[in-house]
């Protein structure tokens, strides 16, 4: 019974450290897709979405955009000049200030990319420099703490077994992955398996996992969305001599938006953190049950919060189009849902196609079953089988043995589209029987076979009938 019993509970802590390895190694994704930490590209380090905006493609992609916007400039200017001929006195624009408006735009062209890259540089170090001042143990040991150290620290609360007077010391080893949380013999040195909270534990890493997963989307469609912000940005320059750069302003702001909701959300992610940790030495009650659902509660809110956190930013920099963006990605995670949803229904249909053949596919078309579509396959017969009347002369018996092997895989391929694998199976033996002892010249299902010795009695008169 301990036998079982700890192996439960070391396959409980299994499931708790292979989670948290995920979320570690997605957290390390996140630092090289914020630009935090580098990438390396052809033996050199860059950051990812510096690397895409100075590509050979996106630039020679921006040059003919940026082509096409001049031409759209001088057509903008033109209208502006036109409608300004037919509007009140009061409306009407100076030919000067709609000149210098094409000016403006034509200089702003050629700023663009230099401060949109400067400024990602920039912000980069800047938020690197955050990052490592809100990880409390990177300044002291060079290194970053661990989310799986963090979690087994936060569940263990009660488990520690080592000496109390080294307790931070080790903790701190667990955190800043000194000690390998993923090494069950470590661990069980210094916490009781038995004693770990796994209600905190593992629910709390599954939940972290899902946030950081959305996260992570999150930011791959940023570097989509960046990229094509920056070649498409001479279009809306182009239009400042018409709407005084109303679009241009939006564009301004949802880039504004989009790279600093990228590292909103690695902040947040490190408040998360710091408010995990800070909670489990908080008793709000004393009954341990009300105190375990408040932290739960704690680790939800903080969640949804990290995943928010570009919202936060989209609003502080004015821009109303981002405001939906965490609704858009669950609606399309949803769609992709159903998409994977329908994508295994048409492969159990054609998996259950290539077991039961028609019969499946009919039986679930009628009953909307894939398990009824089964069992028929597997419970009805194959095929009706051929029976002989009489013992078949030599002649015949001999004489049709060449067609009947070589209409034999013919059987066997309509024995597939009727029944399946299944049916294709259960006719095997019996057509290597007709191909021995049948009197036809194409191949059967062989089934008994009646002699004159033997009377076809009325059993067997209805089955050679079916």
Same mark, same amino acid.
């Given at each position: 019974?301990?036998?079982?019993t ?5 396959l ?12 570690d190694? /997605? ?6 897709l ?8 052809d ?11 100075? $590509? ?6 921006f ?28 409306n009407?624009?100076s030919?000067?200030l /709609? ?45 970053r ?8 620290? +936060?569940?263990?609360?009660?488990a ?13 080893m667990?955190? +800043?992955?000194?000690?390998d ?28 996992m899902?946030?950081?997963?959305? $996260? ?5 469609q940023?570097? %989509?969305?960046?990229?094509l912000?920056?070649?498409? $940005? ?12 109303n ?7 949802m ?9 909103? /959300? ?13 909670i ?7 009954? $341990?049950?009300?105190n375990?659902?408040?932290k ?5 809110g903080?969640? %949804? ?5 570009n ?5 502080l920099?004015g821009n ?12 399309n995670?949803?769609?992709g ?11 159990? +249909? ?9 019969r ?12 009824t579509?089964l ?12 029976f ?29 589209t ?11 033996i ?15 299902a062989?089934?008994?076979?009646i002699?004159?010795?033997?009377p076809?009695n009325e059993?067997?008169s ?5």
């Amino acid at each position: 019974m301990d036998f079982l019993t700890n192996w439960i509970f070391e396959l409980l802590y299994s499931l708790q450290k292979t989670i948290c390895y995920i979320i570690d190694f /997605i957290r390390d994704i996140f630092y090289m897709l914020a630009g935090i930490e580098p990438v390396t590209i052809d033996g050199e380090e860059t950051d990812l979405l510096s690397h895409f905006l100075l $590509s050979d493609t996106v630039r020679t992609t921006f040059f003919y955009i940026f082509l096409i916007a001049i031409i759209l400039l001088v057509v903008f200017v033109i209208i502006a000049i036109i409608r300004s001929e037919y509007v009140n006195s009061e409306n009407k624009k100076s030919k000067t200030l /709609i000149l210098g408006n094409a000016f403006k735009s034509f200089a702003i062209f050629l700023m663009v990319p230099f401060i949109l890259i400067a400024g990602i540089a920039l912000t980069n170090v800047v938020m690197s420099a955050i990052n490592a001042s809100m990880n409390p143990f990177v300044l002291e040991t060079g290194g970053r703490t661990t989310i799986g150290g963090q979690i087994l620290i +936060t569940s263990g609360q009660y488990a520690y077994i080592g000496d109390e007077a080294t307790r931070s010391q080790i903790e701190q080893m667990f955190l +800043t992955g000194q000690l390998d949380y993923f090494d069950m013999s470590v661990v069980q040195q210094y916490y009781n398996l038995r004693s770990l909270d796994f209600l905190i534990g593992i629910f709390g890493s599954i939940v972290i996992m899902v946030m950081f997963v959305m $996260s992570a989307v999150t930011f791959i469609q940023r570097l %989509f969305d960046i990229v094509l912000m920056f070649i498409i $940005s001479p279009v809306s320059v182009s239009t400042i001599p018409v709407d005084d750069g109303n679009r241009f302003k939006i564009w301004r702001d949802m880039v504004i938006s989009k790279v600093l909701g990228a590292y909103g /959300i690695i902040l947040s992610m490190n408040l998360f953190f710091f408010f995990f940790l800070q909670i489990q030495g908080i008793t709000f009650f004393t009954d $341990s049950f009300k105190n375990g659902i408040v932290k739960i509660l704690f680790l939800i809110g903080g969640a %949804f919060a990290v995943t928010k956190a570009n919202l936060v930013i989209a609003q502080l920099t004015g821009n109303t189009a981002g405001q939906n963006e965490t609704q858009q990605l669950i609606r399309n995670m949803q769609t992709g849902g159903h998409i994977v949803k329908a994508t295994l229904a048409t492969g159990a +249909t054609a998996a259950g196609a290539i077991i039961g053949g028609r019969r499946f596919v009919d039986t679930k078309k009628s009953t909307r079953s894939s398990i009824t579509g089964l069992k028929t396959a597997f419970k009805s017969p194959a095929s009706n089988q051929y029976f002989n009347k009489t013992e078949p002369s030599k002649l015949a018996r001999y004489g049709g043995m060449p067609t009947r092997i070589a209409t034999m895989p013919i059987g066997m391929i309509k024995d597939l589209t009727q029944g399946g694998i299944v049916g294709m199976s259960k006719n095997f033996i019996p057509r290597v029987k007709n191909i021995a002892k049948g009197d036809s010249f194409i191949n059967h299902a062989q089934g008994k076979i009646i002699t004159k010795k033997e009377p076809l009695n009325e059993n067997n008169s209805q089955e050679h009938q079916g």
